[in-house]
C-alpha cells in the first residue's frame, strides 16, 4: 500500500540512529514517518525537509558520553524536539547523566517493543509541538542583536525595533534603570547603522557646568583660563559617527541649549570661535530617569526632550523577564569561568530558585557582577540557598579601609589554603577604595581631576564610585 505524499506533512517525522535492524523495522510505522542516518555527525547535521518531532538515538555501554554530548547538541540545536535513548546496556549513573543533558525518557529494556510504545507517548502527548516549532524558528533570528542575549519576548521586540531604526539617521531615546545595558543597546545601534566613523560616548553627570560646552565641542586656544591649546570636542570625534549621551537628565542646563542647537542645525560652535563648523553626528540620548519629570521640575528644557525622543527604546528591567535571569547566569558562567580558567561552579535547585526570586535591583549588570564573585570564590560543594545569600550580600563597599599601621598584621594574616588571588582579591580592593576616598578628598569631589591624578579615565573612576558607593557630593560638603 502507498502512503499519500499528499498527507505526509500531517504525519510526525522521527529520525533514528539504530544500528539494530529490527529496532529499525519496529519503528517504521504508518502513523509517523521515520528517517535513519547512520551515525552522530549526521544526527546534529543533516538537514531535514520539515521539523523531527522526535530523536531515537541508540545508546551502548561504551558511548555513554557520546551520547550525552548529542542529546545536548540536539537540545541546543532544536530545543523542542524531543530526545529519546535506547540503552539496554547503560548503567544507573549513564541514564541519569542522560536525563540531565536532556533526555526525554531513557528505555533500558533490551527488547525494542517498548521503545515502539513510548515513540507513540511521545509524539501523542505532542499536539502543539508543529505550531510551537514554527514559532521558534521564526523567532529564533531575533533571539540575540550583535552582542546581547535574550529569551524574553519584550527584548525580542526590541531587537527588532533596534534593526528597524538601525539605519536611518533618527534620533533615540534610551530609558531603563541602570545596569539594563543602554550602552550596549547604543553600540549595537551604532554597528548596524553602517557609518563609517566612531562611537563616542559622554557621561553628562560627570562633566562639570562649566566644562560641558567645552567637552562636547572644543575650544580654541585662549578661549578661558587654562586653554593653553586649542582641543576637538567629543561631537567633532564622532564625526560621521554616533555620540552617546549618557545620563543625559543630568546634563547641566549650561549644555542644553548648545546641544539643542546642534540638533537643529547640524552644526557646532567651539568655545572661544566666531565660526560655527558644520558636522554630521547621530545622537542617542540615553538616561535612567524620567525626563518628562525633570521637564516638569524645571530641571530639563521641554524643546530639547521632544528633540531627542523621536524613537524611544524602553528597556526593561531583569525582574520583568524573568525568563532571562537563568539564561544569562547560565551565558556569564560559562564565560567568566572560561576567562579566568576555572571550573564552572555546582548548585542546587535551591540556590536557582533564590536566583530567579531575587528582584535584581542593578539589573543585568548586578548578575553579571554576581556571576563573576561565584566564580572567583571556587566553591568546593553545591551551591544552596544559604550560599547565595552570602554572595549576594557579600561586597566591597562593606570592607573597612585599614590603616597603614595594620599592613603587618594584615599581612601575617594570610591564608595559605586559599590561593594568591583569593588572598590578594580583598587587599587590593581595600587598598584602591582607600586611594580614591584620598584623592577625591583632596581634589572635593572633583572627578575630572581625580582621574587625572589616578591615571585613569573618568568612565573608568565613576564605575569604581559606583562599585565601592563613593559619593562624590560628600566630597563636596566636606
Known sequence: MTRDKSKSVDIPLVVGLLRERNARNLLRCPDWELVSVSNRKRLLSTEFARPPRLFVVESGREDA?????????????????????????????????????????????????????????????QQFLPKLDDLSRQRSRS?????????????????????????????????????????????????????????????????????????????????????????????????????????????PSE??????????????????????????????????VSLVKAVQKGTFREDLYYRLDVIRVDLPPLRDRP????????????????????????????????????????NVRQLENFTERLVLARPQRALTTRDFDKLRTTGVSSIPVRRRSDWHEQVSAVDTSK?????????????????????????????????????ISRRTLLRKMKQYRIDKRSFREK
Open 65 to 125: 558520553d557520546a551520547t550525552c554530548d548529542a542529546i545536548a547538541s540536539l537540545r541546543r540545536a532544536r530545543p523542542l524536539t524531543e530526545v529519546l535513548i535506547w540503552a539496554p546496556q547503560a548503567s544507573g549513573k549513564a541514564v541519569r547523566a542522560m536525563f540531565h543533558a536532556g533526555a526525554k525518557d531513557v528505555a533500558v529494556g533490551r527488547s525494542p517493543l517498548p521503545l515502539i510504545e513510548t515513540v507513540r507517548q511521545i509524539l501523542e502527548a
Open 143 to 251: 533571539a540575540r542583536f550583535e552582542s546581547m542575549l535574550s529569551r524574553s519576548e519584550q527584548m525580542w521586540d526590541l531587537f527588532a525595533l533596534c534593526a528597524r531604526i538601525a539605519p536611518t539617521e533618527a534620533t533615540v531615546l534610551i530609558v531603563g534603570e541602570t545596569g539594563t545595558g543602554k550602552e550596549l543597546v547604543a553600540r549595537a545601534i551604532h554597528r548596524r547603522s553602517k557609518r563609517p566613523g566612531r562611537f563616542v560616548a559622554a557621561n553628562c553627570a560627570s562633566v562639570p557646568a562649566e566644562l560641558i560646552d567645552s567637552a562636547l565641542f572644543g575650544h580654541e586656544k585662549g578661549a578661558f583660563t587654562g586653554a593653553d591649546r586649542a582641543k576637538k570636542g567629543l561631537v567633532t570625534h564622532a564625526h560621521e559617527g554616533t555620540l552617546l549621551l549618557d545620563e543625559i537628565g543630568d546634563m
Open 255 to 288: 549644555g542644553q541649549l548648545s546641544l539643542l542647537r546642534l540638533l537643529q542645525e547640524k552644526k557646532i560652535r567651539p568655545v572661544g570661535s566666531l565660526t560655527e563648523m558644520p558636522v554630521d553626528v547621530r545622537v542617542i540620548a540615553a538616561t535612567n
Open 323 to 362: 525568563e532571562d535571569i537563568l539564561f544569562l547566569f547560565g551565558h556569564f558562567l560559562k564565560r567568566l569561568s572560561k576567562h579566568y580558567g576555572l571550573d564552572v561552579p555546582i548548585y542546587s535547585d535551591g540556590f536557582l530558585d533564590a536566583l530567579v526570586a531575587h528582584d535584581w535591583p542593578g
Open 419 to 455: 590561593t594568591l588571588h583569593e588572598n590578594l582579591t580583598p587587599i587590593v580592593e581595600e587598598h584602591e577604595r582607600a586611594y580614591l576616598v584620598q584623592a577625591l578628598t583632596k581634589y572635593a569631589g572633583r572627578v575630572a581631576e581625580t582621574a587625572e591624578q589616578a591615571g
